[in-house]
Protein backbone atom coordinates (compact mmCIF):
# COMPACT_ATOMS: atom_id res chain seq x y z
CA UNK A 1 0.00 0.00 0.00
CA UNK A 2 1.16 3.61 -0.98
CA UNK A 3 2.06 5.94 1.99
CA UNK A 4 -0.94 8.12 -0.06
CA UNK A 5 -3.74 5.25 0.28
CA UNK A 6 -6.47 5.75 2.61
CA UNK A 7 -6.80 2.57 4.97
CA UNK A 8 -10.46 0.93 5.25
CA UNK A 9 -11.19 2.79 8.57
CA UNK A 10 -9.70 6.29 6.93
CA UNK A 11 -11.99 5.92 4.45
CA UNK A 12 -14.91 5.41 6.04
CA UNK A 13 -14.15 8.48 8.41
CA UNK A 14 -13.07 10.70 5.69
CA UNK A 15 -16.63 9.71 3.80
CA UNK A 16 -18.13 10.36 7.10
CA UNK A 17 -17.08 14.33 6.79
CA UNK A 18 -19.32 14.83 3.59
CA UNK A 19 -22.47 16.79 4.14
CA UNK A 20 -24.31 15.17 1.16
CA UNK A 21 -25.49 18.25 0.37
CA UNK A 22 -28.83 19.10 -1.98
CA UNK A 23 -27.21 21.15 -4.66
CA UNK A 24 -23.63 19.43 -4.39
CA UNK A 25 -20.43 21.56 -5.98
CA UNK A 26 -18.81 18.19 -6.07
CA UNK A 27 -21.03 16.83 -8.98
CA UNK A 28 -21.19 19.87 -10.51
CA UNK A 29 -17.91 19.97 -10.75
CA UNK A 30 -16.91 16.84 -12.35
CA UNK A 31 -16.96 16.84 -15.87
CA UNK A 32 -18.48 13.12 -15.72
CA UNK A 33 -21.64 14.25 -13.69
CA UNK A 34 -20.27 11.40 -11.06
CA UNK A 35 -23.14 10.62 -8.53
CA UNK A 36 -20.04 11.83 -5.27
CA UNK A 37 -22.21 12.22 -2.52
CA UNK A 38 -24.85 9.04 -3.57
CA UNK A 39 -21.25 7.02 -3.20
CA UNK A 40 -19.73 8.82 -0.49
CA UNK A 41 -22.90 8.40 1.20
CA UNK A 42 -22.49 4.41 0.79
CA UNK A 43 -19.02 4.33 1.53
CA UNK A 44 -19.90 6.06 4.94
CA UNK A 45 -22.07 3.53 5.34
CA UNK A 46 -19.37 0.76 4.43
CA UNK A 47 -21.53 -0.44 1.53
CA UNK A 48 -18.59 -0.41 -0.29
CA UNK A 49 -20.39 -2.93 -3.76
CA UNK A 50 -23.03 -0.21 -3.49
CA UNK A 51 -20.63 3.03 -3.58
CA UNK A 52 -18.55 1.12 -6.65
CA UNK A 53 -21.71 0.11 -8.61
CA UNK A 54 -22.85 4.17 -8.37
CA UNK A 55 -19.47 4.64 -9.87
CA UNK A 56 -19.77 1.98 -12.55
CA UNK A 57 -22.47 3.70 -13.68
CA UNK A 58 -20.46 6.96 -14.59
CA UNK A 59 -16.92 5.88 -15.63
CA UNK A 60 -14.94 3.06 -16.69
CA UNK A 61 -11.85 3.90 -14.92
CA UNK A 62 -12.13 4.97 -11.29
CA UNK A 63 -9.05 3.84 -10.57
CA UNK A 64 -7.52 6.06 -12.60
CA UNK A 65 -9.47 9.11 -12.77
CA UNK A 66 -8.85 8.30 -8.59
CA UNK A 67 -5.49 9.00 -9.60
CA UNK A 68 -4.73 11.84 -12.44
CA UNK A 69 -7.64 14.15 -12.87
CA UNK A 70 -7.61 17.84 -11.62
CA UNK A 71 -9.23 17.12 -8.89
CA UNK A 72 -8.42 20.58 -7.80
CA UNK A 73 -10.15 22.41 -10.45
CA UNK A 74 -13.01 19.68 -10.51
CA UNK A 75 -14.83 17.95 -7.66
CA UNK A 76 -12.76 19.25 -4.85
CA UNK A 77 -12.38 22.05 -5.91
CA UNK A 78 -16.33 22.79 -5.82
CA UNK A 79 -16.41 20.88 -2.21
CA UNK A 80 -18.38 23.38 0.10
CA UNK A 81 -16.36 22.39 2.43
CA UNK A 82 -13.38 23.80 0.83
CA UNK A 83 -14.65 27.11 1.23
CA UNK A 84 -14.25 27.57 4.91
CA UNK A 85 -12.06 24.48 5.80
CA UNK A 86 -10.38 21.09 3.99
CA UNK A 87 -12.46 19.88 0.99
CA UNK A 88 -13.49 16.01 0.86
CA UNK A 89 -10.63 14.14 -0.66
CA UNK A 90 -12.71 12.52 -3.45
CA UNK A 91 -10.16 11.78 -5.43
CA UNK A 92 -8.36 9.44 -2.78
CA UNK A 93 -11.65 8.00 -1.63
CA UNK A 94 -12.47 7.16 -5.22
CA UNK A 95 -9.05 5.49 -5.55
CA UNK A 96 -9.15 3.86 -1.80
CA UNK A 97 -12.76 2.36 -3.53
CA UNK A 98 -11.83 1.69 -6.78
CA UNK A 99 -8.50 -0.21 -5.87
CA UNK A 100 -10.53 -2.01 -2.76
CA UNK A 101 -13.06 -3.23 -5.06
CA UNK A 102 -10.17 -4.44 -8.08
CA UNK A 103 -9.05 -6.66 -4.56
CA UNK A 104 -12.18 -7.80 -3.62
CA UNK A 105 -14.04 -8.47 -6.47
CA UNK A 106 -17.52 -7.03 -4.98
CA UNK A 107 -19.18 -5.56 -7.05
CA UNK A 108 -20.84 -7.01 -10.05
CA UNK A 109 -22.69 -5.47 -13.28
CA UNK A 110 -25.35 -6.82 -14.94
CA UNK A 111 -24.22 -7.40 -18.80
CA UNK A 112 -26.44 -7.01 -21.08
CA UNK A 113 -27.18 -9.59 -24.29
CA UNK A 114 -24.96 -8.04 -27.31
CA UNK A 115 -28.15 -7.59 -29.38
CA UNK A 116 -27.89 -3.79 -30.57
CA UNK A 117 -25.46 -3.93 -33.00
CA UNK A 118 -21.57 -3.88 -33.39
CA UNK A 119 -19.64 -0.98 -32.71
CA UNK A 120 -15.22 -1.20 -33.76
CA UNK A 121 -13.05 1.26 -31.48
CA UNK A 122 -9.65 2.35 -32.87
CA UNK A 123 -7.45 3.32 -30.84
CA UNK A 124 -7.73 1.84 -26.07
CA UNK A 125 -6.80 5.38 -24.56
CA UNK A 126 -9.22 6.55 -22.22
CA UNK A 127 -11.54 7.93 -25.17
CA UNK A 128 -11.78 4.09 -27.10
CA UNK A 129 -11.86 2.75 -23.25
CA UNK A 130 -14.56 4.59 -22.40
CA UNK A 131 -17.02 4.01 -25.66
CA UNK A 132 -15.92 0.02 -25.17
CA UNK A 133 -17.34 0.30 -21.73
CA UNK A 134 -20.73 2.15 -22.35
CA UNK A 135 -21.52 0.83 -26.06
CA UNK A 136 -20.95 -2.76 -24.09
CA UNK A 137 -23.21 -1.64 -21.10
CA UNK A 138 -26.03 -0.27 -23.49
CA UNK A 139 -26.26 -3.82 -25.23
CA UNK A 140 -23.42 -3.53 -28.32
CA UNK A 141 -20.86 -5.68 -29.32
CA UNK A 142 -18.10 -3.94 -29.22
CA UNK A 143 -14.12 -4.60 -30.57
CA UNK A 144 -11.35 -2.50 -29.72
CA UNK A 145 -8.30 -2.47 -32.84
CA UNK A 146 -4.73 -1.41 -30.40
CA UNK A 147 -1.54 -0.37 -32.61
CA UNK A 148 0.42 -1.34 -29.53
CA UNK A 149 1.36 -4.66 -28.16
CA UNK A 150 -0.56 -3.58 -24.69
CA UNK A 151 -4.02 -1.72 -24.70
CA UNK A 152 -4.00 1.73 -22.55
CA UNK A 153 -2.74 4.41 -25.05
CA UNK A 154 -1.53 7.04 -23.30
CA UNK A 155 -2.75 6.26 -20.21
CA UNK A 156 0.39 3.24 -20.62
CA UNK A 157 2.58 5.22 -22.52
CA UNK A 158 1.96 8.87 -22.21
CA UNK A 159 1.74 8.87 -17.85
CA UNK A 160 4.68 7.92 -16.07
CA UNK A 161 4.22 4.93 -14.12
CA UNK A 162 5.30 6.98 -10.35
CA UNK A 163 1.49 9.05 -10.84
CA UNK A 164 -0.53 5.72 -12.67
CA UNK A 165 0.91 2.51 -12.25
CA UNK A 166 0.43 0.23 -15.54
CA UNK A 167 -0.81 -2.87 -13.21
CA UNK A 168 -3.73 -0.20 -11.89
CA UNK A 169 -4.48 0.64 -16.08
CA UNK A 170 -4.28 -3.30 -16.71
CA UNK A 171 -6.71 -3.74 -14.16
CA UNK A 172 -9.53 -1.35 -15.24
CA UNK A 173 -9.15 -2.50 -18.97
CA UNK A 174 -9.41 -6.49 -17.64
CA UNK A 175 -12.83 -4.95 -16.44
CA UNK A 176 -13.60 -3.38 -19.50
CA UNK A 177 -12.90 -6.57 -21.37
CA UNK A 178 -15.25 -8.90 -18.90
CA UNK A 179 -18.22 -6.52 -19.79
CA UNK A 180 -17.58 -8.83 -23.24
CA UNK A 181 -15.44 -6.20 -25.14
CA UNK A 182 -12.39 -7.63 -27.37
CA UNK A 183 -9.31 -6.21 -27.60
CA UNK A 184 -6.91 -6.85 -30.95
CA UNK A 185 -3.69 -5.79 -30.25
CA UNK A 186 -0.72 -4.71 -33.01
CA UNK A 187 -3.28 -4.06 -35.52
CA UNK A 188 -2.79 -0.70 -37.22
CA UNK A 189 -5.54 1.17 -38.68
CA UNK A 190 -4.51 2.93 -42.38
CA UNK A 191 -1.98 -0.04 -42.20
CA UNK A 192 -3.13 -3.18 -41.09
CA UNK A 193 -6.95 -2.55 -41.69
CA UNK A 194 -8.78 0.20 -43.02
CA UNK A 195 -12.20 1.77 -41.92
CA UNK A 196 -13.84 0.49 -44.91
CA UNK A 197 -12.15 -3.42 -44.05
CA UNK A 198 -13.81 -2.87 -40.97
CA UNK A 199 -17.73 -2.23 -42.80
CA UNK A 200 -17.23 -4.50 -45.32
CA UNK A 201 -16.89 -7.06 -41.74
CA UNK A 202 -20.18 -5.87 -40.91
CA UNK A 203 -19.65 -3.00 -37.97
CA UNK A 204 -22.45 -0.74 -37.85
CA UNK A 205 -20.51 2.42 -36.95
CA UNK A 206 -16.32 3.12 -36.42
CA UNK A 207 -14.97 4.96 -33.47
CA UNK A 208 -11.63 6.80 -33.96
CA UNK A 209 -9.73 7.49 -30.89
CA UNK A 210 -6.31 7.49 -31.85
CA UNK A 211 -5.26 10.45 -29.82
CA UNK A 212 -2.40 13.39 -30.50
CA UNK A 213 0.39 10.89 -31.75
CA UNK A 214 2.42 13.54 -33.77
CA UNK A 215 4.24 16.21 -30.94
CA UNK A 216 4.57 19.98 -32.65
CA UNK A 217 8.24 21.20 -32.58
CA UNK A 218 10.05 24.59 -32.50
CA UNK A 219 11.45 25.93 -35.48
CA UNK A 220 14.38 27.17 -34.50
CA UNK A 221 18.24 27.04 -35.49
CA UNK A 222 19.45 23.77 -34.16
CA UNK A 223 16.93 21.75 -32.96
CA UNK A 224 17.03 19.10 -35.42
CA UNK A 225 20.17 17.70 -33.08
CA UNK A 226 19.66 14.19 -31.81
CA UNK A 227 19.93 15.55 -28.20
CA UNK A 228 16.86 17.31 -28.80
CA UNK A 229 13.77 15.14 -27.75
CA UNK A 230 9.99 15.36 -27.49
CA UNK A 231 8.12 14.94 -24.26
CA UNK A 232 6.06 11.85 -25.24
CA UNK A 233 8.86 9.71 -27.23
CA UNK A 234 10.68 10.68 -24.01
CA UNK A 235 8.00 9.28 -21.66
CA UNK A 236 7.13 6.17 -24.02
CA UNK A 237 10.63 5.66 -24.15
CA UNK A 238 10.95 5.41 -20.48
CA UNK A 239 7.95 3.52 -20.03
CA UNK A 240 9.17 0.74 -22.66
CA UNK A 241 12.48 0.74 -20.85
CA UNK A 242 10.51 0.13 -16.89
CA UNK A 243 7.98 -2.98 -19.33
CA UNK A 244 11.81 -4.24 -20.13
CA UNK A 245 11.32 -3.66 -24.53
CA UNK A 246 13.99 -1.44 -24.35
CA UNK A 247 17.45 -1.16 -23.25
CA UNK A 248 18.73 1.88 -20.61
CA UNK A 249 20.69 3.41 -23.08
CA UNK A 250 17.84 3.86 -25.69
CA UNK A 251 16.29 6.49 -22.49
CA UNK A 252 18.03 9.69 -23.90
CA UNK A 253 18.81 11.10 -20.55
CA UNK A 254 21.08 9.66 -18.38
CA UNK A 255 22.88 9.86 -14.86
CA UNK A 256 24.18 13.85 -14.79
CA UNK A 257 22.60 15.24 -17.44
CA UNK A 258 21.40 18.95 -17.09
CA UNK A 259 18.20 18.86 -18.97
CA UNK A 260 16.02 21.36 -20.28
CA UNK A 261 12.44 21.43 -20.90
CA UNK A 262 10.13 23.57 -23.20
CA UNK A 263 6.61 23.99 -21.75
CA UNK A 264 4.64 23.95 -18.78
CA UNK A 265 1.52 21.49 -19.48
CA UNK A 266 0.85 18.47 -16.97
CA UNK A 267 3.65 16.70 -19.99
CA UNK A 268 6.14 18.69 -19.38
CA UNK A 269 6.06 18.05 -15.77
CA UNK A 270 5.87 14.61 -15.75
CA UNK A 271 8.99 14.96 -18.61
CA UNK A 272 10.85 16.61 -15.97
CA UNK A 273 10.23 15.05 -12.91
CA UNK A 274 10.72 11.27 -15.03
CA UNK A 275 13.82 12.95 -15.91
CA UNK A 276 14.93 13.21 -12.24
CA UNK A 277 13.98 9.82 -11.62
CA UNK A 278 16.04 8.36 -14.92
CA UNK A 279 19.38 10.27 -12.72
CA UNK A 280 19.81 13.92 -14.41
CA UNK A 281 21.40 16.12 -11.65
CA UNK A 282 19.06 19.19 -12.73
CA UNK A 283 16.04 19.78 -14.70
CA UNK A 284 14.91 22.87 -15.95
CA UNK A 285 11.06 24.03 -16.72
CA UNK A 286 11.42 26.76 -19.23
CA UNK A 287 7.68 28.65 -20.38
CA UNK A 288 7.27 31.65 -22.01
CA UNK A 289 4.50 33.13 -20.28
CA UNK A 290 4.18 32.92 -16.02
CA UNK A 291 3.09 30.42 -13.83
CA UNK A 292 -0.75 31.49 -13.82
CA UNK A 293 -1.04 30.84 -17.35
CA UNK A 294 0.19 27.60 -17.20
CA UNK A 295 -1.92 24.70 -18.02
CA UNK A 296 -0.38 22.23 -15.34
CA UNK A 297 -2.22 21.24 -12.52
CA UNK A 298 -0.79 23.46 -9.30
CA UNK A 299 -0.60 20.35 -7.81
CA UNK A 300 1.86 18.74 -10.65
CA UNK A 301 3.68 21.68 -10.43
CA UNK A 302 3.85 21.44 -6.61
CA UNK A 303 5.32 18.10 -6.94
CA UNK A 304 7.82 18.82 -9.65
CA UNK A 305 9.12 22.06 -7.23
CA UNK A 306 9.26 19.92 -4.50
CA UNK A 307 11.47 17.61 -5.97
CA UNK A 308 13.73 20.04 -7.28
CA UNK A 309 13.14 20.98 -10.65
CA UNK A 310 13.43 24.53 -11.63
CA UNK A 311 11.17 27.24 -13.42
CA UNK A 312 12.28 29.78 -16.15
CA UNK A 313 9.63 32.09 -16.31
CA UNK A 314 8.75 34.51 -19.51
CA UNK A 315 11.52 32.69 -20.94
CA UNK A 316 11.80 31.41 -24.76
CA UNK A 317 14.19 29.53 -26.09
CA UNK A 318 15.91 30.66 -29.51
CA UNK A 319 18.75 28.30 -30.64
CA UNK A 320 20.29 25.35 -29.85
CA UNK A 321 23.88 24.46 -30.12
CA UNK A 322 24.76 20.93 -30.27
CA UNK A 323 27.57 18.82 -29.27
CA UNK A 324 29.56 15.39 -29.40
CA UNK A 325 27.24 12.43 -29.84
CA UNK A 326 23.51 12.67 -28.28
CA UNK A 327 25.04 15.72 -25.78
CA UNK A 328 24.26 19.41 -26.34
CA UNK A 329 26.87 22.31 -25.68
CA UNK A 330 23.64 24.77 -24.81
CA UNK A 331 20.70 26.60 -25.74
CA UNK A 332 20.09 30.26 -26.09
CA UNK A 333 17.47 31.98 -24.11
CA UNK A 334 15.67 35.04 -24.08
CA UNK A 335 13.55 37.11 -21.69
CA UNK A 336 12.99 40.73 -21.74
CA UNK A 337 14.74 41.11 -24.88
CA UNK A 338 18.12 39.89 -23.47
CA UNK A 339 19.64 36.57 -24.52
CA UNK A 340 22.40 34.11 -22.67
CA UNK A 341 23.87 31.11 -22.80
CA UNK A 342 22.72 28.37 -20.64
CA UNK A 343 24.98 24.59 -20.54
CA UNK A 344 22.68 21.65 -21.10
CA UNK A 345 23.06 18.45 -22.04
CA UNK A 346 19.39 17.52 -23.41
CA UNK A 347 15.99 19.74 -24.03
CA UNK A 348 13.05 17.87 -24.08
CA UNK A 349 9.80 19.52 -26.25
CA UNK A 350 6.91 19.46 -24.83
CA UNK A 351 4.54 21.79 -26.39
CA UNK A 352 2.03 19.89 -27.31
CA UNK A 353 0.76 17.36 -30.28
CA UNK A 354 -1.18 16.98 -33.07
CA UNK A 355 -3.36 13.71 -34.87
CA UNK A 356 -1.54 11.37 -37.18
CA UNK A 357 -3.16 11.22 -40.42
CA UNK A 358 -3.03 7.62 -41.39
CA UNK A 359 -6.62 6.70 -41.23
CA UNK A 360 -7.83 10.53 -42.28
CA UNK A 361 -5.10 9.59 -45.48
CA UNK A 362 -6.93 5.61 -46.01
CA UNK A 363 -10.01 6.66 -45.84
CA UNK A 364 -12.92 8.78 -47.83
CA UNK A 365 -14.95 11.22 -46.59
CA UNK A 366 -13.25 11.99 -43.05
CA UNK A 367 -13.00 15.48 -43.16
CA UNK A 368 -10.13 17.43 -40.71
CA UNK A 369 -9.83 21.23 -39.80
CA UNK A 370 -6.42 23.45 -40.91
CA UNK A 371 -4.44 21.63 -38.39
CA UNK A 372 -5.28 17.89 -38.65
CA UNK A 373 -8.40 17.56 -35.97
CA UNK A 374 -10.66 15.43 -36.99
CA UNK A 375 -14.10 17.26 -37.79
CA UNK A 376 -17.65 16.26 -35.85
CA UNK A 377 -21.37 17.02 -35.54
CA UNK A 378 -23.83 17.71 -33.07
CA UNK A 379 -26.02 15.40 -34.30
CA UNK A 380 -25.55 12.56 -33.78
CA UNK A 381 -23.06 13.68 -31.89
CA UNK A 382 -19.67 12.69 -32.35
CA UNK A 383 -20.45 11.79 -36.18
CA UNK A 384 -17.65 12.75 -38.54
CA UNK A 385 -17.98 14.11 -42.22
CA UNK A 386 -18.46 10.33 -42.79
CA UNK A 387 -21.54 8.31 -41.93
CA UNK A 388 -21.13 6.21 -39.45
CA UNK A 389 -17.97 7.17 -38.77
CA UNK A 390 -17.09 8.91 -35.41
CA UNK A 391 -14.51 10.59 -33.77
CA UNK A 392 -13.29 11.84 -29.74
CA UNK A 393 -10.90 12.38 -27.32
CA UNK A 394 -7.69 14.30 -28.31
CA UNK A 395 -8.20 13.45 -32.18
CA UNK A 396 -10.77 15.81 -32.28
CA UNK A 397 -9.32 18.69 -30.55
CA UNK A 398 -12.24 19.09 -28.01
CA UNK A 399 -10.87 17.47 -24.88
CA UNK A 400 -7.21 17.99 -22.75
CA UNK A 401 -7.01 15.67 -20.04
CA UNK A 402 -8.11 11.91 -19.38
CA UNK A 403 -11.37 13.01 -17.22
CA UNK A 404 -12.27 15.22 -20.35
CA UNK A 405 -11.72 12.56 -23.19
CA UNK A 406 -13.82 10.52 -21.22
CA UNK A 407 -16.63 13.02 -21.06
CA UNK A 408 -16.49 13.40 -24.52
CA UNK A 409 -16.42 10.17 -25.12
CA UNK A 410 -19.44 9.45 -23.18
CA UNK A 411 -21.38 11.86 -25.47
CA UNK A 412 -20.30 10.01 -28.53
CA UNK A 413 -21.38 6.73 -27.04
CA UNK A 414 -25.03 8.25 -26.64
CA UNK A 415 -24.02 9.51 -30.26
CA UNK A 416 -23.42 5.95 -31.59
CA UNK A 417 -26.03 4.28 -30.15
CA UNK A 418 -28.49 6.60 -31.40
CA UNK A 419 -26.80 6.34 -34.81
CA UNK A 420 -27.08 2.80 -34.90
CA UNK A 421 -30.58 2.38 -33.48
CA UNK A 422 -32.05 4.96 -35.65
CA UNK A 423 -30.57 3.17 -39.20
CA UNK A 424 -31.55 -0.63 -37.98
CA UNK A 425 -35.36 1.16 -37.73
CA UNK A 426 -35.08 2.72 -41.06
CA UNK A 427 -33.81 -0.77 -42.22
CA UNK A 428 -36.85 -2.42 -40.71
CA UNK A 429 -39.37 -0.01 -42.23
CA UNK A 430 -38.12 -0.23 -45.33
FE1 LIG B 1 -19.90 16.13 0.21
FE2 LIG B 1 -18.38 18.28 -0.51
FE3 LIG B 1 -19.94 17.08 -2.32
FE4 LIG B 1 -21.07 18.51 -0.31
S1 LIG B 1 -19.76 19.30 -1.99
S2 LIG B 1 -21.73 16.51 -1.08
S3 LIG B 1 -19.62 18.05 1.33
S4 LIG B 1 -18.18 16.15 -1.25
Known amino acids: MSPIDYTLNEAIKEAQRCLHCKVP ?97 IGSGPAGLTIAGDLSRKGFAVEIFEMEAEPGGMLKFGIPEYRLPKEVVSREISKIEKLGVKIHLN ?40 GVRQAIRFLRRVSLYESGYMSRDEVVVGDGDRVAIIGCGNTAMDAARTALRMGA ?27 GVKFLWNTTVVAVKGGEGRHLQSITVESDGKRHEMPVDRLIQAIGSVPASRIISTTEGIDVNERGYVLTRDTPYGMTTRKGVFAGGDVTDRPATVVHAMQDAKNVAEGIARYIDAVKLMETIE
Open 281 to 307: KEVTVIYHRYIDTMSALRAEYDDAVAE
Open 25 to 121: GCKKGCPINNDIPEWIAQLAKGNFGNAMTIINARSNLPAVCGRVCGHERQCEGNCVLGKKGEAIHIGKLERFLADFDSEAGWSHEYIPEKSRGRVAV
Open 187 to 226: TTAGKDFTVDDLFADGFDAVFIGTGTGVPKRLDIPGIEHP
